[in-house]
């Protein structure tokens, strides 16, 4: 399924992306930052920022979260554009069955593969992800199902 332009070209119905993602003491950073960049369509990618934390996990351990936010109209256009034509249908159909899940206080929350993102794949996954939190203008459950149908995230 093809992003319907119409739907995000006038008025782009989300006001801003947030992604993070944790670098954890056994993984690579920039290895994880190259996972996260190959979910961004190009003009993103060259250009993002991420903002670094360093934490100390349950057993001690370092861990760097690694946060970034995507606000401008054209940037979240190309991002919902890239997931949505980068995620399998079998994603989709899955996302779809359990987007209640997914949905909350007017956030659509994906997470993906950072393993399979560092391959250049999008693919939905929940332990370690990548995480994207979409800011919808509407908070209404049946509203961003809609949005997210035509946008293509969901079939």
Known sequence: MKCDD????????????????FAHATEDEDKVLSA?????????????TFKKSNLTGHHGNPIVLLEAKIKEKDHVEALLKKLASGLNGLDKEVLNSE????????????????????????????TDPIHFRIHFKKSNMKEILEICRKIGIIP
């Open 36 to 48: 996260v960049r190959n979910t961004l369509p190009p003009q993103i990618s060259e250009n993002i």
């Open 99 to 126: 987007i209640e899940q997914h949905i909350e206080k007017g956030c659509l929350y994906i997470r993906l593969d950072k393993q399979s993102a560092y391959l250049n794949e999008i693919r939905l996954f929940a």
């Open 6 to 21: 119409a739907v995000l070209s006038s008025k782009v119905p989300v006001t801003h992306i947030n992604i993070r993602v």
